[in-house]
């Protein structure tokens, strides 16, 4: 058996819809306590899952967006500064697990839509990495509305072990 860990998802890495943003509270117990810090070596994952983005796509948008203007002011970020904190945030996923395979992931709502700048992000941001153990997996669009509901859970979930079984060398 594989140790697996997947970062949640509902938050930003640049903007969320609140304050934080997942590179102030990844290493958390308690979100809302900064004193509440995991150790990182309790636990040691074969395999990371990164599925953010989705929450910064909307958010980057709308310049009346309170959180937009708390992270912001009135300039949105530019796509070297979007592409550059991604990165930053891998690299310090990779510095807690050196030795576990990263899949960067998009999940299957509107920042995966044809044309979406999203891909190209999280491409650029890992292809910068330079490192052969981080790989991108985006999930095809679902051009549904609103969030995945269980059986688009569950395509994701089989092409991400698809994914893994051809990609992730145990």
């Not at 860990?5 to 590179?23: N, Q, R, Y």
């Not at 941001?125 to 790989?135: E, F, K, R, S, T």
């Amino acid at each position: 058996m594989h140790n697996t860990i997947a970062l949640p998802s509902g938050i930003g890495i640049t903007v969320s819809w609140f304050p934080m943003v997942m590179p102030e509270m990844y290493n958390r117990l308690d979100p809302t306590d900064s004193t509440s810090v995991w150790d990182f070596n309790s636990y040691v994952p074969d395999v990371v899952v990164i599925n953010l983005f989705q929450n910064d796509s909307w958010i980057v948008t709308d310049p009346n967006n309170e959180q937009f203007i708390n992270r912001f002011g009135e300039q949105a970020p530019t796509d070297t500064t979007i592409i550059q904190a991604y990165k930053d945030f891998v690299g310090s996923i990779r510095g807690q697990y050196p030795h576990a395979a990263i899949i960067c992931a998009l999940g299957n709502m509107d920042a995966t839509k044809s044309g979406s700048a999203w891909p190209g992000y999280v491409q650029s941001a890992v292809h910068q990495l330079n490192d052969p153990d981080i790989y991108t997996c985006f999930f095809p669009y679902k051009n549904t509305g609103g969030h995945p509901k269980v059986n688009e859970q569950r395509q994701m979930a089989s092409q991400l072990i698809e994914f893994i079984e051809a990609n992730i060398n145990w």
